[in-house]
């Protein structure tokens, strides 16, 4: 299987492939939408401008690719704070204060993601490998759900029981 990624060198921005889009399902919110995003990531793209902490996150399922380092810490915030379900794709750099704060405590998975992600360019040509192994986290069951039955190769880790 191979996965197709998308990334501006030499910028924070990392935009996310068509194909993961359509295999992880629709969602409402993508509070961290690049300005020139050209494929859809959610019903509501959020750019900068907006400012995707700002905005009203209630009864939605999120898309969360936010910036990354430091940056992504009140995203991430939120999101384990978010009662709506949601995916975010991250590095998998499970030893950041992020991961330990926002993601093992409140997540219901994670599917790490198989070898590096290749991205490309927005041009669509390809890019630079990715320097670090990348991961999905589901926020809700039905997002861990969907992450057990969406064919992305990896290894996928249950870290709530999904049996209510």
Known sequence: MKKI????????????????????????????CPDEMPWPTASDMVTKDRDGL???WSGKRVW????YGRESYPFLRRMAKHSGG?????????DTKAWQKYIFPAAYGI?????????????GSIGKRSPAPSAL????????????????????????????
Do not use: H
């Open 5 to 32: 990624f998308i990334a501006d060198s030499g910028e924070k921005t990392w935009l996310t492939p068509p194909g993961l889009m359509k295999k992880l399902g629709i969602f409402d919110l993508d509070p961290c």
């Open 54 to 56: 700002s905005v009203d």
């Open 64 to 67: 969360l690719n936010p910036p």
């Open 86 to 94: 949601g995916i975010a794709f991250l590095f998998a750099r499970t």
């Open 111 to 123: 599917l790490f993601i198989s070898g590096r992600v290749n991205f490309y360019q927005k041009d």
């Open 137 to 164: 986290v589901a926020y809700s069951a039905q997002d861990f759900f969907r992450l057990s039955v969406c064919g992305i190769e990896g290894t996928l880790v249950c870290l709530k029981s999904v049996l209510r």
